[in-house]
């Protein structure tokens, strides 16, 4: 699809990478683009609309469905990361990630499909991770939710294709961002991602993976996981 022209709704847009992905749309002629947040006071962008959205409130999700019923491209960027272990940790942080990445995103789509189909039909992209495909000590709760929304990713692809909404999965390692303050490893620029993105939103590709971490994790999937997993120690 062409994002010039389009309407856009970017979920966690107030900083990283969703703030990029609203710059580059308003940068490639998107004729309107909605940022969202959970606190609307702190998006700063001028050139858009914006509105409060909480993706684990099913009323919240409602009435932003209500009130941009114009889109035609939705960004699913929301997301936290609790470091939570699966087995250790407070289980209410485990499901705080599955209730955001999983459960708030699959709301997102589920009230915005009828909205881009309406519209004549359009794009929804999903901002996944590598930790979509492995997960490494402290983790567990973020990488889990994340593999279920890449495969959530791949079962609405296939609903919603007739429908005529092309739906991809964005996916990289880490990304300059208050969310991985304190990380000591490398990092992209977040606009790579939001650039490499919509780039993929133009040529209609399903996926997209942004950096070479995030392609060798991939590749790895196809060999016996052990040679994966003991650069951890096991």
Do not use: C
């Not at 847009?13 to 992905?21: A, C, K, L, Q, T």
């Not at 990445?101 to 004549?120: D, K, Q, Y």
């Not at 880490?174 to 991602?193: F, L, N, S, V």
């Amino acid at each position: 699809m062409d994002i010039a022209g389009s309407v856009a709704l970017v979920t966690g847009s107030n900083r990283g990478i969703g703030r990029r992905f609203v710059t580059q749309l308003l940068e490639r002629g998107a004729a309107k683009v909605y940022a969202t947040a959970r606190r609307p006071e702190l998006v700063d962008i001028e050139g858009v609309e914006v509105l409060p959205l909480d993706i684990t409130d099913e009323a919240s999700v409602t009435a932003a469905a209500e009130r941009a019923g114009d889109v035609t491209l939705l960004v699913d960027n929301a997301g936290i990361a609790t470091t939570s272990s699966l087995v250790f940790d407070d289980l209410e942080d485990v499901r705080r990630e599955m209730d955001t990445h999983f459960w708030g995103t699959l709301s997102v789509i589920r009230a915005f499909a009828p909205v881009i189909e309406r519209n004549g039909g359009g794009g929804i992209v999903n901002v996944l991770s590598a930790l979509s495909w492995f997960a490494y000590p402290g983790s567990g709760g973020y990488a889990a939710a994340k593999a279920a929304e890449w495969n959530m990713t791949n079962a609405v692809r296939l609903e919603l294709a007739p429908r005529g909404i092309s739906v991809l999965g964005l996916h990289l390692g880490a990304a300059d961002t208050d969310i991985m303050a304190g990380y000591e490893g490398p990092m992209i620029d977040p606009m790579d991602a939001a650039v490499a993105a919509l780039d993929g939103v133009q040529r209609d590709a399903m996926e997209v993976v942004v950096d070479d971490w995030s392609a060798m994790v991939k590749a790895s999937l196809a060999a016996d996981p052990s040679s994966f997993y003991r650069q951890f120690g096991i």
